[in-house]
């Protein structure tokens, strides 16, 4: 990020904050007469600083939409945004700088499973809420962990539909895998192992490179000699698009797969003519659908927020989960605490945001968060697919 986009973020944080006055502080964290207190710690800079920045985006939107229309029991909702660079220490010292000196009242919009392993015992040692969380790790939909409120689909069933339609709709049995060598990156090769196995198939071959870092070299060599069909990704935006470049310049044109989390926009972006065909799993709706009631109320709202922000899968999912944790707060009470709110959520486990209904803790195993697919166009733009 540059000084001129710091100083900017930083300023919109600012602004944000002051957006109305604080009032005397209650007995719960986080909780005034007149506010509610979120904290994020997210990456905001460096490699993956996309992601945090959109997810802020998303969740700043949302909350400023409430806010217009009186906030929840008359308390405007205001968020702290701290940047950890998607580093699982630094997000240990953002994370007990958010709960110990900036008081915040709940977490949202954490970035990363590395990261989210590190923070998790501190906030769910505190009973603080962590809510939708940009990760699609297992770890995360433990049940023993009721402070965690998921609201997108696990990485396991990514992969799940990544195989099947893979398998089903192109007839393909040779796929390779590219990942992160660290726990988001396994948690995702162990969903692509489980879902080939249940079709009795094996990977064709493996390739990792290391977090925050665009060293691919060895990874396309290790996958290319076995000439897979299809290779799946589980990584960021940058080292996603500088594998499929690698690919392209050497001749080599498989079906390219990426997760969720891969930020599909920004990969779009650094990719240009190589992106062509590229295709990206999502766990919310197509954010251009203006059919989709929340789809056409994150738009509107996104408009009234910062007319130049254009729809992305990111944002729109940070915009799910400020809504959503404002209904929770919303069917809490007037004199919310942590423990209710987090009652309130594992109790209703169903809520209606702008007619699409987002399940969360038990909820969400009878009914699990659907995963969509995308792929992207000629010019850049997605399209979206129920078939490949």
Not at 102 to 107: H, P, R, S
Not at 354 to 365: D, E, F, M, P, Y
């Amino acid at each position: 990020m540059t000084r001129s986009r710091t100083a900017t973020y930083v300023a919109l944080t600012i602004a944000f904050l002051i957006a109305g006055p604080l009032a005397a502080k209650s007995n719960e964290a986080g909780i005034s007469d007149d506010a509610v207190l979120f904290g994020q710690a997210a990456a905001l800079e460096g490699p993956s600083a996309v992601l945090g920045q959109r997810l802020r985006q998303g969740i700043v939107t949302a909350f400023t939409e409430i806010n217009a229309k009186g906030g929840v029991h008359g308390r405007k909702l205001q968020l702290i945004s701290r940047d950890d660079g998607y580093d699982p220490d630094h997000s240990v010292v953002q994370t007990l700088r958010l709960l110990d000196n900036d008081k915040v009242f709940a977490l949202i919009g954490a970035v990363g499973t590395p990261t989210a392993i590190a923070t998790i015992p501190i906030t769910s040692a505190r009973n603080v809420p962590f809510i939708g969380p940009f990760s699609g790790a297992e770890f995360l939909r433990d049940l023993e962990l009721p402070n965690v409120v998921n609201i997108r689909a696990s990485y396991a069933a990514e992969a799940e539909a990544w195989v099947e339609h893979l398998t089903e709709d192109r007839k393909f049995t040779r796929i390779g895998i590219f990942y992160q060598d660290d726990s988001f990156g396994r948690d995702g090769l162990t969903g692509v192992k489980r879902a080939l196995a249940k079709r009795g198939l094996e990977l064709a071959a493996e390739g990792t490179f290391e977090r925050n870092t665009r060293a691919v070299g060895s990874a396309w060599r290790m996958i290319k000699r076995a000439e897979p069909e299809a290779i799946v990704m589980v990584g960021t935006y940058g080292p996603c698009a500088e594998f499929i470049k690698l690919a392209h310049r050497s001749g080599f044109y498989p079906t390219f797969v990426n997760i969720s989390f891969v930020g599909a926009n920004e990969l779009a972006r650094e990719l240009g003519p190589d992106g062509e065909g590229v295709i990206v799993s999502q766990v919310v709706p197509f954010p251009w659908d203006r059919s989709i009631k929340l789809v056409a109320d994150y738009q509107s709202a996104q408009k009234a927020f910062d007319p130049t922000l254009a729809p992305n899968f990111v944002s729109l999912e940070g915009y799910i989960s400020g809504r959503l944790a404002a209904s929770a707060l919303e069917q809490a009470g007037p004199k919310p605490t942590r423990a209710s709110f987090l009652r309130t959520i594992n109790d209703v486990g169903r809520f209606d945001i702008s007619g699409s209904l987002v399940t969360v803790g038990v909820r969400a195993i009878e009914t699990p968060p659907r995963v969509f697919l995308t792929v992207i166009q000629k010019d850049g733009t997605f399209r979206a697919v129920d078939r490949l």
